[in-house]
């Protein structure tokens, strides 16, 4: 595709609810990666994909959380018993290979009620 | 945490030159000095990098000085499309794990 895409755009969950956000890279790109973005603050790192490689895992909040890229291109990052805190926005990016500019997608904004 | 300074808003009039600064005091010598923009309800997008020479491309400039403690990103002629946060990060250039701080807030006003 033009861009890395994101699905759905817009997630409302219930506390306790699991979710499961979707990304998918610019085809070719090698490197993955998922930010988490509170409301006025910068994104944060969550995790981090060479390929079907998870590498980094470091940003994970909790075990609640969990993200894969079993065939080395489309990713899912799942949240299971969501909470209130959990509601921000979820932003993908991928590059061509480690070290290169990323590409954002325009992100999942979820909202846990 | 985040490795760069940036104040936290600036102004600018539209068609006029925006300097965006940036402080990365503790920068290592094989990190390279990212600039990202973000508009707002958008993911960020990528503007300009450098590692010790000033560099230019159709968006933007990057000033690094001598010491590469600091740098600066021109907007030579900003219109309103570029009010946006902006992110000034150093990045090993190893993995491109961004570690994003607070940023700019760059209002442009007609």
């Known amino acids: 595709g033009a861009g890395v895409s994101q699905s759905p755009r817009y997630k409302v969950a219930k506390r306790g609810q699991d979710v499961a956000l979707r990304c998918d890279p610019i085809?070719?790109?090698?490197?993955l990666f998922w930010y988490q973005q509170a409301l006025g603050q910068g994104p944060e790192f969550l995790t981090y994909?060479?390929?079907?490689?998870?590498?980094?895992k470091s940003g994970l909040p909790s075990d609640r959380f969990f993200a894969e890229r079993p065939e080395g291109s489309v990713s899912t990052l799942k949240i299971q018993r969501t909470q209130q805190e959990d509601s921000a926005v979820y932003l993908c990016?991928?590059?061509?290979?480690?070290?290169?500019?990323?590409?954002f997608g325009s992100g999942t904004q979820l909202s846990v009620l | 945490d985040a490795k760069t300074t940036q104040p936290p808003s600036m102004d600018c009039a539209e068609g006029r030159a925006a300097n965006l600064p940036c402080n990365h005091s503790?920068?290592?010598?094989?990190?390279?000095v990212y600039w990202y923009r973000q508009i707002h309800s958008q993911g960020p997008q990528y503007i300009i990098h450098?590692?010790?020479n000033n560099e230019t491309n159709e968006m933007a400039s990057l000033i690094i000085t001598e010491d590469r403690k600091s740098s600066t990103l021109i907007l030579p002629h900003a219109t309103l499309r570029d009010t946006a946060v902006y992110y000034c990060?150093?990045?090993?250039?190893?993995?491109?794990?961004?570690?994003f701080g607070q940023g700019t807030t760059l209002q442009v006003k007609p």
């Open positions: 503790t920068i290592s010598g094989n990190e390279y």
């Open positions: 990060i150093v990045e090993s250039g190893n993995t491109g794990k961004l570690i």
């Open positions: 085809s070719g790109h090698v490197s």
């Open positions: 994909f060479q390929n079907e490689a998870q590498l980094d």
């Open positions: 450098g590692l010790k």
């Open positions: 990016a991928s590059s061509f290979r480690g070290g290169e500019k990323l590409f």
